[in-house]
């Protein structure tokens, strides 16, 4: 198996065994790109075989001392089967890798992320906040979007504290989930969406997140 023989030990050689790699609960956090990737590349085409592959990943874990894992999925949610078909296979929640160019604004976020947290309150895997401040791939495409404004990102953010963060709690028994909230990206200067200072915010981005989520 391609998974378990190579990439799964080139995981565990190179990050879950390094200390400083992200966990929550004793649990080391792996997110994944995209439901059908997963179950075509690693499930090979079959639900039950990639639903094997995430409870083979969680009987290793705690092999190695973990309580455990945690299996994000990076995946836009289509509808609400989607999101069934990916709480089945065992994946704790989704998050977003953007939601697309026109997530500069707050209210689009907010929008979007409530469509997400509905297609899975039906028995469907939950969708965490996942902050952005926009899509400019001007690189790419050769046009020009907007990136949020300090004021439009501090609004997502406080919204994300403050409205859906608790409903989250509210529906999921993992107390960690209720606390969760990500920002996207770092440094995608490429793809026109990053938090890391420059000369379009400065410090802004970071400084919006620490006032919210700081003490």
Not at 66 to 73: A, N
Not at 108 to 124: A, E, V
Not at 170 to 177: R, S
Not at 184 to 202: A, D, F, I, Q, V
Request: charged fraction near 25%.
């Amino acid at each position: 198996d391609y998974f378990r023989d190579f990439i799964w030990t080139y995981w565990v050689d190179w990050y879950l065994t390094d200390s400083r790699y992200m966990t929550i609960d004793n649990k080391p956090v792996i997110n994944l790109y995209l439901y059908n990737n997963f179950v075509d590349q690693v499930g090979g085409g079959s639900k039950d075989k990639a639903k094997e592959a995430i409870e083979f990943m969680d009987a290793e874990c705690k092999k190695l001392g973990y309580d455990g894992v945690i299996i994000l999925f990076c995946d836009n949610l289509a509808n609400a089967q989607r999101a069934r078909d990916i709480k089945s296979i065992g994946a704790d929640a989704v998050i977003s890798y953007t939601l697309g160019e026109m997530s500069y604004d707050a209210q689009y976020q907010k929008d979007g992320m409530n469509k997400y947290f509905d297609l899975g309150d039906g028995g469907g895997v939950t969708f965490l906040p996942s902050i952005g401040v926009g899509f400019n791939d001007i690189g790419w495409t050769e046009t020009r979007t907007p990136l949020a404004s300090l004021e439009e990102h501090t609004e997502a953010l406080r919204w994300a504290k403050e409205e859906y963060m608790p409903k989250v709690a509210k529906k999921e028994k993992q107390d960690w989930m209720g606390k969760f909230v990500i920002s996207n990206t770092w440094n995608e200067y490429g793809e026109g969406h990053y938090l890391m200072p420059s000369n379009l915010n400065k410090f802004g981005y970071l400084d919006d997140a620490r006032s919210l989520f700081s003490s």
